[in-house]
């Protein structure tokens, strides 16, 4: 499955590690920024910024599902990226914090509790919605 990473740019190392972990289950991983961005978002022009935001955005509609990584820092670029997938109809797999927005209830989103290792494996199923990780049996 073609899947695109949204997460804050200053999480960029740990978010190539889920790249790296998402490719060895198989995934392709659309998200350009995580290897073709090098500069700092401050150090860039309004034309590299604008260029930088149509490339995400053009990574969003080649995946097939979008992988929020709803972590701290917030970053309104991610919140953006998410409102933009459900627009356009991509499933959402929320990772973190989903007591933030009302907009991780939508139909076609997905939200994981706890550890990302217990889950990369998931299918990305845009009928299944609000799932959370499941209990061991207590």
């Known amino acids: ?15 190539l590690e889920y790249k790296a972990r998402l490719e060895a289950y198989g995934h392709t991983i659309t998200a350009r920024w995580l290897t073709d961005h090098h500069e700092k978002y401050e150090d860039m022009n309004l034309d590299t910024l604008a260029k930088e ?3 995400d955005l053009e990574d969003i509609l080649a995946a097939d599902a979008v992988l929020l990584m709803n972590t701290y820092p917030c970053s309104p670029g991610r919140m953006f990226e998410f409102g933009f997938a459900v627009a356009f109809g991509r499933p959402v797999l929320i990772y973190g914090d989903t007591t933030k927005t009302v907009f991780a209830h939508l139909p076609g ?7 990302l290792d217990k889950w990369l494996e998931y299918d990305f199923n845009p009928e299944a919605q ?3 990780e499941p209990s061991n049996g207590n």
Do not use: H
């Open 1 to 15: 499955m073609k899947l695109y990473i949204a997460a804050p740019f200053n999480n960029r190392e740990k978010s």
């Open 53 to 55: 935001a149509r490339v």
């Open 109 to 115: 989103v997905t939200t994981r509790v706890g550890d």
């Open 130 to 132: 609000n799932v959370t």
